[in-house]
Each structure stands twice: as C-alpha cells, then as structure tokens.
T-cell receptor, first 113, second 114 residues
C-alpha cells in the first residue's frame, strides 16, 4: 500500500526563518499529493495540493512541487511566522475506488518570536 | 457554505461499551471518509462511504462499522470498546468523482476509553 516518510520533528525556527519539511512517498501510479496542517486541538486543514508531476501547489506563502522522479513533495516557506506553529502532514491520495489519504506521522513546527 | 461538522466534541466511555459518532458533510459532498488519529500519530483510514455504500476499508476490525444516510451525513459505530480506541476521530467529506479528490475535515471527536 501507499506510505509516506516525513522529516522527523520537532522543528523549531525563529520568526522569518526559511522552512523546509521533507516528504517522500510510495504509491501506485501517480497520485495527487496534499499537505494538511493541524493546529493544536483542531482537525486537519488542507494547506495545498498538486495533482500531477511538476505541479506546484501554493497557499499562504507555502509551496510544494510534485517531483515524480524522486517521489517527493517537500514543503517550503520563505519566512515563517509564529502563527505557522502547527503539525504538518504530507499525504498522497490513492487512485483506487476509495480515495483514501495516507498520512505520515507529521512534523511538529514551532516558530519562536 | 457549511463546512464539515462532527458531534460530540468529546466523549468518555469505558471498556466494552459501544459508541456512535456523527458527521455532517460539507454541502454538496456525497462521500464521507473516517480516520482515527492516535495521540502523536497521523490519521489512519478507517473506511469510506459513497452514496450510502461502503466504498473501501482500512485495516480496522469489524467492530468498527458505519452508515451513510440519504442526506450524506454519516455515523461511525464502535462496539466492544478497547483502551486503544482512545483517539481523535476525524470525518472528511469530498465529492466522489475521480477528478475532484480533495477531502475536507471536520474538527473531530475526541474519544477517551477508560
């Protein structure tokens, strides 16, 4: 089945620092890829997505590029804010009849002022 | 447009009991997926319902069951609760077409089994 390997956390950065969270996956075919964010005590929010190779998803200053050759979908942000502190999950979605998301263990990000 | 809602927010049960969790999907969505998120872990897929039929299932025992209603709302039922069932249960809705596969999550139900 599908699987995801994410950069282990926790990650602690100072405000305005550059962020990279690595994500690699194994999946059948070429799934759509997603980044979700989870703030403390809340459910998951869709952050960005990419549906085919070389697509770049972007939202709120975050970006990730679908790299088919390396099966990667690394999350980046040029200047993080304290409000970005959360847990980030990378997830491919399966191409079968049940479009299930496969999540890694997540990366905890803490941004200090 | 109403987002995904779940009830209750929190629930405490004891081992061996049964529990029902509820989910209202986002307006216009006909597919509901349920996930279990243990503390410090990523969500794990339980099952998915599409137009009132189970459309796929993850690696969970039969005591985890579900329903989807004509209005596309859904229930997750867990029988014979075990301590390891303590988790955040997340419901996600989507449009069940191959070209539209974004899943939108509710806030979750926190289940504690004592």
């Amino acid at each position: 089945g599908d699987s995801v390997t994410q950069m282990e956390g926790p990650v602690t950065l100072s405000e305005e620092a550059f962020l990279t969270i690595n994500c690699t996956y194994t999946a059948t075919g070429y799934p759509s890829l997603f980044w979700y964010v989870q703030y403390p005590g809340e459910g998951l929010q869709l952050l960005l997505k990419a549906t085919k190779a070389d697509d770049k998803g972007s939202n709120k200053g975050f970006e990730a590029t679908y790299r088919k050759e390396t099966t990667s979908f690394h999350l980046e942000k040029g200047s993080v804010q304290v409000s970005d502190s959360a847990v980030y999950f990378c997830a491919p979605i399966s191409s079968g009849s049940a479009r299930q998301l496969t999540f890694g263990s997540g990366t905890q990000l803490t941004v200090l002022p | 447009e109403t987002g995904v809602t779940q009830s209750p927010t929190h629930l405490i049960k004891t081992r061996g009991q049964q529990v029902t969790l509820r989910c209202s999907s986002q307006s216009g969505h006909n597919t509901v997926s349920w996930y279990q998120q243990a503390l410090g872990q990523g969500p794990q897929f339980i099952f998915q319902y599409y137009r009132e039929e189970e459309n796929g299932r993850g690696n969970f025992p039969p005591r985890f069951s579900g329903l989807q209603f004509p209005n596309y709302s859904s229930e997750l039922n867990v029988n014979a609760l075990e301590l390891d069932d303590s988790a955040l249960y997340l419901c996600a809705s989507s449009l069940g077409t191959p070209s539209y596969n974004e899943q939108f999550f509710g806030p979750g139900t926190r289940l504690t089994v004592l």
